[in-house]
Protein backbone atom coordinates (compact mmCIF):
# COMPACT_ATOMS: atom_id res chain seq x y z
CA UNK A 1 0.00 0.00 0.00
CA UNK A 2 2.89 2.59 0.63
CA UNK A 3 4.20 1.49 -2.30
CA UNK A 4 1.32 2.43 -4.00
CA UNK A 5 0.74 6.15 -2.45
CA UNK A 6 4.37 6.99 -3.20
CA UNK A 7 3.89 5.73 -6.94
CA UNK A 8 0.32 8.03 -6.87
CA UNK A 9 2.21 11.21 -5.05
CA UNK A 10 4.89 13.49 -6.75
CA UNK A 11 6.86 16.46 -5.20
CA UNK A 12 4.58 19.02 -7.09
CA UNK A 13 1.59 17.25 -5.52
CA UNK A 14 2.90 17.95 -2.55
CA UNK A 15 3.94 21.30 -3.02
CA UNK A 16 0.22 22.08 -3.77
CA UNK A 17 -1.13 20.27 -1.16
CA UNK A 18 1.40 21.86 1.38
CA UNK A 19 0.83 25.36 0.02
CA UNK A 20 -3.25 25.75 -1.11
CA UNK A 21 -4.29 26.70 2.39
CA UNK A 22 -1.89 28.67 2.85
CA UNK A 23 -2.50 32.51 2.86
CA UNK A 24 0.98 33.20 1.06
CA UNK A 25 3.00 30.73 -1.31
CA UNK A 26 5.87 32.40 -0.72
CA UNK A 27 7.61 35.10 1.88
CA UNK A 28 6.29 38.72 1.88
CA UNK A 29 3.25 40.38 3.63
CA UNK A 30 0.61 42.82 3.01
CA UNK A 31 2.40 45.80 4.57
CA UNK A 32 5.26 44.90 2.21
CA UNK A 33 2.80 44.88 -0.68
CA UNK A 34 1.67 48.21 0.11
CA UNK A 35 4.89 49.53 0.15
CA UNK A 36 6.29 48.48 -2.80
CA UNK A 37 2.98 50.25 -4.28
CA UNK A 38 3.86 53.37 -2.70
CA UNK A 39 6.46 53.92 -5.12
CA UNK A 40 3.59 54.40 -8.02
CA UNK A 41 2.93 57.63 -8.89
CA UNK A 42 -0.52 56.64 -9.22
CA UNK A 43 -2.02 54.01 -8.29
CA UNK A 44 -5.60 54.88 -8.51
CA UNK A 45 -5.34 55.71 -12.14
CA UNK A 46 -4.31 52.42 -13.39
CA UNK A 47 -7.17 50.40 -15.14
CA UNK A 48 -6.26 47.31 -15.61
CA UNK A 49 -3.13 45.38 -13.98
CA UNK A 50 -1.93 41.64 -14.00
CA UNK A 51 -0.47 39.82 -10.88
CA UNK A 52 1.67 36.81 -13.04
CA UNK A 53 2.55 33.60 -10.71
CA UNK A 54 -0.47 35.19 -8.09
CA UNK A 55 -0.79 31.83 -5.96
CA UNK A 56 -4.16 31.94 -4.21
CA UNK A 57 -3.82 35.54 -4.55
CA UNK A 58 -3.23 36.71 -1.21
CA UNK A 59 -1.10 39.54 -2.39
CA UNK A 60 -3.52 40.83 -5.33
CA UNK A 61 -6.01 40.53 -2.76
CA UNK A 62 -4.86 43.27 -0.78
CA UNK A 63 -3.72 45.00 -4.26
CA UNK A 64 -7.54 45.21 -4.82
CA UNK A 65 -8.47 47.01 -2.11
CA UNK A 66 -6.05 49.80 -2.99
CA UNK A 67 -6.53 49.96 -6.49
CA UNK A 68 -10.04 50.50 -8.59
CA UNK A 69 -9.23 48.57 -11.94
CA UNK A 70 -9.26 45.48 -13.21
CA UNK A 71 -6.88 42.68 -11.59
CA UNK A 72 -5.99 39.93 -13.69
CA UNK A 73 -4.58 36.91 -11.93
CA UNK A 74 -2.07 34.19 -13.46
CA UNK A 75 -0.76 30.96 -12.34
CA UNK A 76 0.05 28.07 -14.14
CA UNK A 77 -1.98 25.72 -11.48
CA UNK A 78 -5.76 25.16 -11.64
CA UNK A 79 -6.19 24.70 -8.14
CA UNK A 80 -4.18 27.47 -6.69
CA UNK A 81 -6.88 29.55 -9.38
CA UNK A 82 -9.83 27.87 -7.98
CA UNK A 83 -9.34 29.25 -4.39
CA UNK A 84 -8.03 32.62 -5.94
CA UNK A 85 -11.67 32.84 -7.74
CA UNK A 86 -13.03 32.03 -4.26
CA UNK A 87 -11.26 34.34 -2.11
CA UNK A 88 -12.26 37.07 -4.69
CA UNK A 89 -16.43 36.38 -4.32
CA UNK A 90 -15.82 36.08 -0.61
CA UNK A 91 -14.45 39.56 -0.54
CA UNK A 92 -17.23 40.60 -3.04
CA UNK A 93 -14.46 41.43 -5.43
CA UNK A 94 -15.50 38.88 -8.44
CA UNK A 95 -16.20 41.77 -10.83
CA UNK A 96 -12.75 43.29 -10.60
CA UNK A 97 -10.59 40.44 -9.82
CA UNK A 98 -10.54 37.41 -12.09
CA UNK A 99 -8.35 34.48 -12.27
CA UNK A 100 -6.69 32.61 -15.07
CA UNK A 101 -4.66 29.50 -15.66
CA UNK A 102 -1.96 30.34 -17.77
CA UNK A 103 2.12 30.55 -17.86
CA UNK A 104 3.66 33.59 -17.27
CA UNK A 105 6.48 32.92 -19.75
CA UNK A 106 4.18 32.62 -22.94
CA UNK A 107 1.21 35.54 -21.80
CA UNK A 108 -1.50 35.76 -24.34
CA UNK A 109 -2.59 39.72 -23.96
CA UNK A 110 -3.18 42.18 -25.89
CA UNK A 111 0.00 44.39 -26.31
CA UNK A 112 0.58 47.26 -24.37
CA UNK A 113 -2.81 46.06 -22.46
CA UNK A 114 -1.76 46.59 -18.79
CA UNK A 115 -0.85 50.22 -16.47
CA UNK A 116 0.85 47.59 -14.16
CA UNK A 117 2.18 44.05 -13.76
CA UNK A 118 2.61 42.47 -10.21
CA UNK A 119 4.67 39.34 -9.57
CA UNK A 120 6.17 38.21 -5.58
CA UNK A 121 8.08 35.30 -5.72
CA UNK A 122 7.45 34.00 -9.41
CA UNK A 123 9.83 35.53 -11.69
CA UNK A 124 13.14 33.58 -10.74
CA UNK A 125 11.24 30.61 -12.02
CA UNK A 126 11.74 31.75 -15.80
CA UNK A 127 14.66 34.17 -14.94
CA UNK A 128 14.90 37.70 -13.91
CA UNK A 129 15.83 39.55 -17.28
CA UNK A 130 13.85 36.57 -19.36
CA UNK A 131 10.59 37.85 -17.42
CA UNK A 132 11.08 41.12 -17.37
CA UNK A 133 11.93 41.74 -20.97
CA UNK A 134 8.75 39.27 -21.90
CA UNK A 135 6.56 41.01 -19.25
CA UNK A 136 7.70 44.66 -21.33
CA UNK A 137 5.60 44.52 -24.29
CA UNK A 138 2.30 43.74 -22.47
CA UNK A 139 3.35 47.22 -20.34
CA UNK A 140 1.38 50.50 -21.52
CA UNK A 141 4.23 53.06 -22.22
CA UNK A 142 4.75 54.64 -18.53
CA UNK A 143 3.30 51.27 -17.04
CA UNK A 144 5.34 50.38 -13.97
CA UNK A 145 6.18 46.54 -12.67
CA UNK A 146 6.69 45.39 -9.07
CA UNK A 147 8.15 41.97 -8.50
CA UNK A 148 10.16 40.44 -5.56
CA UNK A 149 13.05 38.17 -6.29
CA UNK A 150 15.20 36.15 -4.30
CA UNK A 151 19.05 37.94 -4.42
CA UNK A 152 22.41 38.33 -3.12
CA UNK A 153 22.63 41.10 -0.64
CA UNK A 154 26.08 40.51 -0.20
CA UNK A 155 28.92 40.56 -2.72
CA UNK A 156 29.86 37.33 -0.78
CA UNK A 157 27.80 34.48 -2.73
CA UNK A 158 27.85 31.09 -0.20
CA UNK A 159 27.98 28.08 -1.87
CA UNK A 160 25.81 26.19 -0.22
CA UNK A 161 23.08 28.68 -0.74
CA UNK A 162 24.00 28.63 -4.52
CA UNK A 163 23.74 24.90 -4.84
CA UNK A 164 20.27 24.79 -3.30
CA UNK A 165 18.92 27.75 -5.46
CA UNK A 166 20.32 25.96 -8.39
CA UNK A 167 18.93 22.84 -7.59
CA UNK A 168 15.42 24.42 -7.32
CA UNK A 169 15.97 25.74 -10.74
CA UNK A 170 16.68 29.29 -10.02
CA UNK A 171 19.47 31.19 -9.60
CA UNK A 172 20.92 34.64 -7.32
CA UNK A 173 21.84 37.79 -8.65
CA UNK A 174 23.18 41.13 -6.94
CA UNK A 175 21.10 43.13 -6.26
CA UNK A 176 22.78 45.73 -8.62
CA UNK A 177 23.02 43.29 -11.37
CA UNK A 178 19.69 42.82 -11.08
CA UNK A 179 18.81 47.03 -11.50
CA UNK A 180 21.29 46.28 -14.39
CA UNK A 181 18.71 43.99 -16.07
CA UNK A 182 15.82 45.93 -15.45
CA UNK A 183 17.29 49.26 -17.16
CA UNK A 184 18.55 46.79 -19.90
CA UNK A 185 15.48 45.43 -20.73
CA UNK A 186 13.48 48.67 -21.19
CA UNK A 187 12.99 49.94 -17.82
CA UNK A 188 13.19 53.33 -15.19
CA UNK A 189 14.73 51.59 -12.23
CA UNK A 190 12.45 53.20 -9.32
CA UNK A 191 12.93 51.33 -6.20
CA UNK A 192 14.43 48.40 -4.73
CA UNK A 193 14.16 47.56 -0.78
CA UNK A 194 14.20 43.74 1.22
CA UNK A 195 12.16 41.65 2.52
CA UNK A 196 12.69 41.41 6.45
CA UNK A 197 12.73 38.04 7.90
CA UNK A 198 9.35 38.17 9.27
CA UNK A 199 8.33 37.79 5.91
CA UNK A 200 10.28 34.12 5.48
CA UNK A 201 9.84 33.09 9.09
CA UNK A 202 6.25 34.37 10.76
CA UNK A 203 4.39 34.45 7.26
CA UNK A 204 5.52 32.04 5.30
CA UNK A 205 7.60 29.10 7.31
CA UNK A 206 5.48 28.64 10.09
CA UNK A 207 2.23 28.36 8.39
CA UNK A 208 3.75 25.90 6.00
CA UNK A 209 5.25 23.83 8.57
CA UNK A 210 1.97 23.47 9.97
CA UNK A 211 0.48 22.48 6.72
CA UNK A 212 3.59 19.54 6.79
CA UNK A 213 2.82 18.38 9.71
CA UNK A 214 -0.46 17.88 8.38
CA UNK A 215 0.74 15.98 5.50
CA UNK A 216 3.06 13.88 7.51
CA UNK A 217 -0.10 12.79 9.78
CA UNK A 218 -1.99 12.21 6.48
CA UNK A 219 0.30 10.11 4.54
CA UNK A 220 2.00 8.07 7.21
CA UNK A 221 5.07 6.22 6.36
CA UNK A 222 5.03 7.44 2.80
CA UNK A 223 8.83 7.66 2.22
CA UNK A 224 8.29 10.44 -0.68
CA UNK A 225 6.41 12.54 1.87
CA UNK A 226 9.76 12.12 4.43
CA UNK A 227 11.88 13.12 1.57
CA UNK A 228 9.32 16.40 0.47
CA UNK A 229 9.20 17.72 4.58
CA UNK A 230 12.97 17.02 4.74
CA UNK A 231 13.91 19.12 2.02
CA UNK A 232 11.36 21.71 3.24
CA UNK A 233 13.51 21.68 6.89
CA UNK A 234 17.36 21.99 4.92
CA UNK A 235 15.39 25.50 3.35
CA UNK A 236 14.39 26.59 6.29
CA UNK A 237 17.66 25.71 8.42
CA UNK A 238 19.74 27.42 5.30
CA UNK A 239 17.54 30.57 5.36
CA UNK A 240 18.70 30.67 9.25
CA UNK A 241 22.13 30.26 8.59
CA UNK A 242 23.26 31.88 5.69
CA UNK A 243 20.40 35.07 5.99
CA UNK A 244 22.77 37.82 6.20
CA UNK A 245 24.05 36.51 2.66
CA UNK A 246 20.31 36.65 0.61
CA UNK A 247 16.98 37.21 0.74
CA UNK A 248 13.55 38.21 -1.15
CA UNK A 249 14.15 41.87 -2.91
CA UNK A 250 11.00 44.22 -4.41
CA UNK A 251 12.03 45.63 -7.71
CA UNK A 252 10.11 48.55 -8.92
CA UNK A 253 10.55 49.69 -12.70
CA UNK A 254 8.59 52.01 -15.03
CA UNK A 255 8.72 51.21 -18.86
CA UNK A 256 10.17 53.55 -20.98
Known amino acids: MDNE ?96 VGSMDDLSFQKEEFGLIWSEGAIDCIGFAKGLKHWNAFLKKGGYIAVTCPSWLTDECNAEVEKFWADAGSGLDTIGSNISAMQKTGYRFIAAFTLPETCWTDNYFSPRETAEKALLGKYSGNKMVEEYIEGSKHEMELYSKYKQYYGYVFYIGRKQ
Open 5 to 100: MDNELSMIDLLIETHIGLERQGPGSPEMTLKALSFLDDASGISRMADLGCGSGGQTMVLARHIPGKIIGVDQIPSFINVFNDNAKKLDLQDRVTGI
